[in-house]
């Protein structure tokens, strides 16, 4: 019976075909004027065809100037890859676009975007618009989503498990279920109107910048591959952390921090946490947390001056002590030298749990390092100005305690007992 009816079947494929292999067609509304140039990233696999300009079009990843004979521009073909960005775009429709993987028409007029026949889109960078809203329902394999500074509110990606990279900054996004989304790397999310955010699924995040939300917790218990964290300028007074042992940069300035532990963060090397209120003994255990640092840059902004709401005290003390662990103290000084601050020397301000209150003589010999009298138990540490130790032990009874320096040293030591500053000495003085 199949045999009787194969040439017909044939003929009636064929006959089809033209339909079912219907070339994608992409038209776009311009304001630009015509006869003015338009740049078009177009990668078709095929014949493509363009119409409303006046040049033949070229397949290609880089991007080629047209010139407008038309204000609507079709573009025709199996298209995979198509770049139209930054060209007064105030509509683009988009038919049959089945094999459609990478779309950039960012930097736009756009007021609507609609993808229901763009199911197979990998990237879709559709920032600097004037979006209100996002269907995303059509797109599941979308692996890279770049919709900052539009007017969203709503923007749903919950079913968008491939999705490595979202960036939905400078919106007016309240909520954002990431409860699929263990593939994602990159979060960018920041100056839009979430009060909380849930990453407890996103394992494999590197990179996150919530800044300027109204979080009042972030916990970050499930993300031990982050290595970089912009929190900055919510309201935050807790950062829940379990081990952090690639991140390299934390700035969680402007909160309302009371203290902060640092001591699962090895590779810290930035670390901003001005304008919030961390002092006193907490002040203290943040430094005491810090990691050591020898022949590295770092950056500890520590204290606004020029922020009237600033609460942070860290003390002439306490920025000695994190200096002798090789961290540069800086005044953030209103944002100056481009925010990388200036060196501080610390407050003035006596507080008696700034800086250890026993009475305890040292004294630099030519044997090394003498305290006395020092109680069994007491850790102390001599760092070197570059933030290195040079000395250290913990004492094994009660009686004068000699440290010997494992390296030669000159200039200025550090002395800390029980991880709170004891002394500044120098080669030859008793202190």
Known sequence: MIKRYRPLIILLFVALFPFWSQAQEIRLKTQKKIGSKISLTLYAEGDLS?????????????????????????????????????SELTEISLQGCKMLEELDCSQNLLTTLNLAEASSLKKLFCYANNLTHLDLSACPLLEHLKCTNNQISVLKVGHLTKLKE??????????????????????????????????????????LWCSENSLETLDLSHNDKLRVLWCYNNKLSTITTKELPNLLWLHCENNQLRSLDCSHMPKLDKLAVHSNAI???????????????????????????????????????????????????????????DHQGKKYNGSTTATSDLCSDREVNVLWTLEGILLYPIEKGAVVKVYNLSGGIVAEAIASHDAPLLLQLVTPSEGTLVVTLDGKLLRKITKGNRL
């Open 279 to 337: 002092k006193g003994e907490e002040m203290s255990a943040l430094i005491n947390s810090l990691p050591q640092k020898v022949g590295i840059k770092t950056s500890f902004l520590v204290i606004d001056t020029h922020n009237s709401q600033e609460k942070n005290i860290c003390t002439a003390n306490q920025v000695a002590l994190a200096s002798a662990k090789g961290w540069n103290v800086l005044d953030y000084c209103g944002g100056v030298n």
């Open 50 to 86: 363009l119409s409303g300009v006046k040049e033949t079009p070229t397949s290609s990843d880089s991007p080629q100037e047209y010139t407008l004979e038309q204000q609507e521009i079709v573009i025709s073909g199996d298209l995979r890859r198509v770049k139209v960005s930054n």
């Open 166 to 207: 979202l960036t939905c900054s400078q919106n007016k996004i309240s909520q954002l279920d990431l409860s699929k989304m263990k593939q994602l790397e990159t979060l960018k999310c920041y100056r839009n109107q979430l009060a909380s955010l849930d990453l407890s699924a996103c394992t494999a995040l590197e990179k």
